[in-house]
């Protein structure tokens, strides 16, 4: 097992090549702390997935759209390895994806990042989204396109870029409102940190929820 984190979340791994198999509920209550997040690409979109077990030949991932046996996906982890795959099993929001060839997972699960050079909410996976919201800046409220989100931070294309001060507050419906601070800006585009992270489900889900009104 590897650790993550002072709270000791991990991913369960093993060497076989076989994709994980659904869980079993004691085990699955047992086991509920052991993920490790990874960004899911699929037909419905890209989302937010906790990945529960992996080893050479699959995973298992807790997902928040609904996806069916034979369904392509591909999934991107930390390390910046992307591997394809498809959708074996799929049970109360736990699904099993079979790799399309067998992975080296100590070098998939790697995280590469700097920890010197980046700090953990710009690590964090970002998933690519087009959904409108609103940014409010010194007391003005401006229209802004959500290009892409994590738990940390979010790339915006401003509507009145010259309107723009360091402290923002993002408002998109189905999150709570979130205090930032703009950490880069390119023309009409801007990055924000979050002044605190979200909790995975609440941005997995809307995530998920947005995808599947842009359908």
Known sequence: MLEHGRDAEMTVFSLSDDVPAPPERR????NLSVLRTAILRTSCGE???LVRN??????????YSNLN???????????EI????????SRDRLVGIQF??????ADVLADRSDPVAADQQSRLPRVEVHSPARLRSDGQYQPVLLCNISQGGAKLRLGKPDDLKSDVVLIANGLPRLPGTVR?????????????????????????NAHRHAH
């Open 47 to 49: 989302e937010l997935c």
């Open 82 to 89: 992307s591997v394809r795959g498809h959708v074996v099993w």
């Open 184 to 208: 880069w800006r390119r023309g009409e585009y801007a990055g924000i940190s979050f002044n605190a992270v979200i909790p995975f489900a609440d941005v997995a889900r809307w995530i998920a």
């Open 100 to 105: 399309a060839q067998p992975v080296n997972v």
């Open 27 to 30: 085990q699955s209550q047992r």
């Open 54 to 63: 992996i080893s050479a030949g699959g995973l298992m991932a807790h997902v």
């Open 69 to 79: 046996e034979g369904d392509p996906a591909t999934i991107e982890f930390k390390s």
